[in-house]
């Protein structure tokens, strides 16, 4: 059976009865989900709530909640993505699948090859794709999408194991990632210059090859990410 999610962000959610008000029950409404049906609330800070929608009261729903869970679907440490800025709807591509795969961070990355300008001006919605894509996919807490970063400040931030999408390198052994988790940093379309990428290794990267065919950037942001759980043995 398929589980109706909604999200209230901010609530304080416990075991009983919560009223989601009209706006956070839309989805609901227009699914016709009826009493009875089962209903998940997320507060997008690492609560879900599982429960039944108990009744309708015009356009409120009220939820009987019997339980909640705590960082579902979330890695067990910070994932973080570092992605060259995509001129099109293909960051936006990215943010989301990135959100599915459990990326905890989101930074886009300014490279030479980054085309365009005020970037900064498509965060917001990027975290607002991020916190729908949350809804999706069951996991408990969205991204969080940074304001865009230099290459430069970007390395010199990165912590844990880190990565860097790279044709050309041989396939790394598994990491064992602490506490501070995994970076994986992935380039613009044409990819980063050969100054920028023997700068990101010098700064400690590993190379993460993605395969003998040439991908898009989005596609391969979707495959590092995937690929470096895989090693780090977090999709077992």
């Not at 980054?114 to 949350?134: I, P, T």
Request: charged share 20%; hydrophobic share 50%.
């Amino acid at each position: 059976m398929s589980v109706t999610r909604l999200v209230m962000q901010g609530e304080a959610l416990a075991p009983g009865e919560i009223r989601v008000p009209a706006e956070a029950a839309h989805h609901a409404k227009v699914t016709r989900v009826a009493p009875g049906d089962p209903v998940e609330v997320l507060d997008l800070a690492g609560a879900v709530a599982i429960g039944t929608l108990a009744r309708w009261d015009g356009k409120v729903c009220v939820v009987e909640i019997a339980r909640l869970e705590r960082e579902r679907g979330e890695p067990p440490a910070p994932l973080v993505l570092g992605l060259a800025v995509l001129h099109t709807q293909a960051f936006d591509w990215a943010v989301e699948k990135a959100t599915e795969l459990g990326a905890t961070a989101v930074v886009p990355v300014l490279a030479a090859r980054v085309q365009g300008g005020r970037h900064g001006a498509r965060v917001e919605r990027w975290q607002r794709l991020a916190d729908a894509a949350v809804a999706q996919c069951g996991r408990s807490r969205p991204p969080r999408v940074a304001e865009p970063a230099s290459l430069t400040e970007f390395v010199a931030a990165a912590r844990g194991v880190r990565l860097v999408a790279d044709l050309g390198a041989p396939m790394p052994e598994p990491p064992a990632p602490g506490a501070e988790g995994v970076t994986v940093l992935v380039g613009p379309e044409g990819g980063f210059t050969g100054d920028e990428l023997t700068a990101v290794r010098a700064a400690g990267f590993a190379g993460l090859p993605l395969g003998s065919r040439i991908l898009r950037a989005d596609t391969a942001a979707v495959a590092a990410l995937t690929l470096a759980q895989s090693l780090a043995g977090w999709l077992r």
